[in-house]
């Protein structure tokens, strides 16, 4: 089976549960955009992806990327499908009109990649790579670099890469050595080696515009050494610049997107930025992009749940617990509780992580939108995606590789053969859980970088704006409160004993990330509409099978607080 | 790098903490088979799969079989290690001596398929399914039979199948449709299609059995019609028999075993055993066959440490916490907190699961040997391997997957690249916890099948016995109380509510497996030379990050057991 889009499920989960058209219509820039227009939007993104990009999925991993002599021939239909989509102008969703968008909300563009990285994630991360260059370029490039790209990059005709990883420098870009050497004409020539470029050659656009971190000559060591350049594949005088990609990698899924290693070879290229600043200027789209990785994760997630659900209503396999014999002669593997667990446990994830992921897609446009007129729900809108994203980014990610593998569980042997398209989907989900920062890196950036640099307070002020909107009887009260308490201890601790928080970081992520569930349930149980098995099927796996890890996390952080005291007292 | 035997760690659990030696010199058929012996058995298995199965690992994956109308293509280098390792005897080390074996302890083979599995997954399926076809041929085949194929399968010269799964019918064996017809010589004509049938053809041996389940014309439906036969590949008189295979399949991993669609056109075979007892003969080895499977498990979440191990100590990222700046201008992965914690935490999964494993193995022997001279104490044993088989197979088969992949996030981009091979162990790993009875089956297996079937009488038996093998003080014994206690409560609230027991089978299994952890690290801290970081690493992160879970599984259980409670109530 093909993935569906499932519009029905997003659009109740934006205009009924988070009532995105009302949040939307308080903002100028959006004071056209109304619910009809934004269904209607979606319909027809959804009718694309299903159309168009879907059915490219397997082809993506069967065939895959080929590398010949520097040329890489991406699968059959994938350079036709992306012609199509950059024309049609989904690229340019919420770019602004004055760089050839359509200035929709962000939120559009969040369930248009949700449904695309589901339907085919190898393909998508060719035009996912986009948008973090556009703001890259708008906000940094000089007025000439941005008269030539700009536009090109908003439409998406041409694609764009970000040249970040080398050999010997993963996580820790601070160790990057590539060079750019100024020219008297104001151009630099840079030359090095970048691994793991995503879409860094291929065949699907025109043109390739890389966006490269390196040092100049007389750069310090370490991150503040890093500078930006614009490197694009074919120069202004249509010559091919030196930029050349000399092998993709093998890998264990994501075949349909070529990860490439590319050599400069004293290629011509511009600073974007100024010296020095390589890094912010390349991280100025961080929220944005982590968002962009988690909605990944929940659409890879609602793909494999369609395919387990789908099998699991036509398969009959051995009696179901307490089923009188019926006229058939076995019962369906849906009707199983080790398997109906499955199924419901990820529409819980699926469902609590669409609330969070489109609430904070709501967000971006608020911080973006308020920043003159209401600077403090400009900075409320900034915390929220602050601390969520990492969360959505690591917490869901993971999910799609263990609950796709769960999903996979539910077709037994079948699920291990890639005839059925599930095992790709968890293959193709693991990579999620590693680039745009590795999920142990968002757990450090969200407990030391967030919550500990402000002694707690940003993470206690949300938590207090979540528990508003819990009913008075709510067990994630007491959730909240021992949360903000151990947090609180952990503001006390951290200071004599180094290593404390990058032990726990990963368990306190989890714990962050389930009370954030439990309120984004909350959310969709006041819901009207909401009292359905659909969804009461949903929240009951949650209370019963998820929810139960928070306990044991806190667990977890309180003993290693606890070894904490005594050691300091001893 | 490649997979390197760890055979000091193996034999300090065999021989340290288990003190095999001691125990097997009890067993008169062992009483020629001392320490130094074992060792040297060990030692040579050891350089046999460093020297000759762990190089064609890459090569399995890369190249993997290849189907050729009807005949299946083995990888290169595949055919000559089988005909070497059958030729040195490795196939028969704990077969009978009267069946061409070697009569070594059970222990031994174990920790053999351990390594094999590590070093070659795809590889070793092929002769890890000889010693059910062995025994099942041994304990029902005719003697005519026997004279033809014991000792040909017994030495591996020829390998085996077992024939269960049908297209409609996986788990569920009581749907199968083969049919099997008497012929007046006392042979019948089998025909049928049987899916997933690893080794159903290939070139590694001369000729292959295959054990099928089938139904005679007059049988009844449902389990109890389903007879044995064997079908050859070659008959006697060296003809090709009516067995072919239709197609391989393409999967995840595990590319080095061909997984055939096998197609029986009225091919000639022989009963083995009774009629409608065809799965009682195939199942007689199911305890050793799920031991092999948790060996693997084990073995693959080893040499996915070794990479993640070796990685660490070799690549340096960033500053870690509390440390100095050093000459380096950034510290070893191996010394980041959430890097140090994925390592410590598979080994405390691997040493606990050896312990276990290798226990099952003496057990094993024990309940096969003792079984007239001291009937009580086979019975324990046999009550050891029926109740932690299940838990080895499906607790570590899940723990091979995810801590694989845990293992596999600690070389970063690295490790999704085919280049590094731990993703190729993940992706292999991944379907053990399908065969042999999916991990969701081994579940229900164990709580209904197993300890709701005696009232609980016999798991309480064996945790009784495990309290006294703890110290006074040990936390284990409280979980050992509590899950005594609970497993009451389950006999008592099972019969009214004829789905609890399957819903919550699953986190039963997982509090068993940490019961289990627990009492074997509880043995290797109680060891003479465990008193050092190797294992004292370990041991803490077990506590630590591990045996947390145990609350939690018991939460989700009690939960549910008072749910039932106020719903009987009300």
Not at 223 to 243: E, N, Q, T, W, Y
Not at 405 to 420: D, F, K, M, N, T
Request: proline fraction near 5%.
């Amino acid at each position: 089976m093909i993935f569906q889009p499932p519009l029905q499920d997003s659009q109740f989960i934006a205009f009924e549960v988070l009532q995105a058209d009302r949040e939307l219509a308080s903002l100028s820039s959006f004071a056209d955009v109304d619910r009809a227009l934004m269904a209607q939007v979606l319909d027809e993104a959804g009718r694309f992806v299903a159309d168009v990009v879907a059915p490219l999925q397997s082809v993506g991993d069967r065939v895959g990327c080929r590398y010949d002599q520097g040329r890489v021939i991406t699968p059959p239909g994938f350079r036709d499908a992306y012609q199509a989509f950059w024309q049609a102008g989904w690229p340019a969703l919420s770019s602004a009109p004055e760089d050839g968008g359509q200035g929709l909300p962000v939120l559009l563009e969040a369930v248009l990649y949700e449904m695309l990285s589901a339907a085919n994630h190898g393909w998508t991360m060719a035009p996912g790579l986009l948008h973090g260059a556009y703001e890259c370029i708008k906000h940094h490039a000089s007025d000439d670099l941005k008269a030539r790209y700009l536009n090109k990059v908003a439409t998406g005709e041409w694609l764009a890469t970000m040249c970040l990883t080398e050999p010997h420098a993963g996580s820790d870009l601070g160790l990057a050595r590539t060079r750019a050497v100024p020219q008297v004409d104001g151009t630099y020539r840079l030359s090095g080696t970048k691994i793991f470029i995503s879409g860094g050659e291929h065949d699907l656009s025109d043109n390739i515009v890389h966006l490269v971190l390196a040092r100049l000559p007389d750069a310090p060591p370490g991150p503040k050494g890093l500078s930006l350049f614009l490197v694009p594949k074919f120069m202004p005088d249509g010559s091919r610049s030196a930029v050349h990609c000399d092998r993709i990698e093998e890998k264990m899924g994501l075949h349909g997107s070529p990860t490439c290693v590319m050599r400069f070879d004293e290629a011509t290229c511009w600073m974007v930025g100024e010296p020095g600043r390589g890094l912010g200027a390349m991280f100025v789209m961080m929220n944005a992009a982590r968002l962009h990785v988690g909605l990944q994760g929940i659409g890879l997630l609602e793909a494999a749940w369609q395919k387990a659900q789908a099998y699991s209503l036509e398969r009959r396999q051995m009696r179901a617990p307490g089923r009188s014999k019926s006229a058939a002669e076995a019962d369906f593997i849906a009707e199983h509780p080790a398997m109906r667990r499955i199924l419901d446990t990820q529409r819980a994830w699926i469902d609590g992580g669409r609330v969070l992921a489109y609430r904070t897609a709501l967000e971006l446009d608020q911080a973006k939108h308020l920043s003159v007129t209401d600077p403090d729900a400009a900075a409320r809108a900034q915390r929220w995606c602050s601390l969520v994203t990492p969360v959505l980014k690591s917490a869901w990610t993971e999910q799609a590789f263990v609950g796709g593998s769960a999903c996979l569980q539910v077709l037994g042997g079948h699920g291990y053969v890639s005839e059925w398209g599930i095992e790709q989907i968890v293959r193709d989900a693991r990579v999620a859980m590693i680039y745009e920062g590795t999920n142990e890196i968002q757990a450090i950036d969200l407990l030391v970088r967030k919550v500990l640099a402000d002694g707690g307070q940003g993470l206690a002020a949300l938590l207090a704006d979540l528990a508003t909107q819990l009913p008075a009887d709510h067990a994630g009260h007491a959730r909240i409160q021992r949360l903000t308490a151990l947090t609180n201890a952990l503001v006390r601790a951290t200071p004599a004993d180094a290593s404390l928080a990058f032990e726990v970081a990963d368990d306190y992520l989890r714990a962050v990330a389930l009370v954030l569930l439990d309120w984004a349930w909350a959310r969709i149980a006041a819901t009207p509409g909401a009292a359905t098995p659909r969804w009461q099927d949903a929240h009951r796996a949650l209370t019963r099978h998820v929810l139960p890890e928070f306990d044991m996390r806190l667990q977890i952080i309180e003993a290693r607080c606890a070894n904490f005291h005594e050691s300091a007292v001893a």
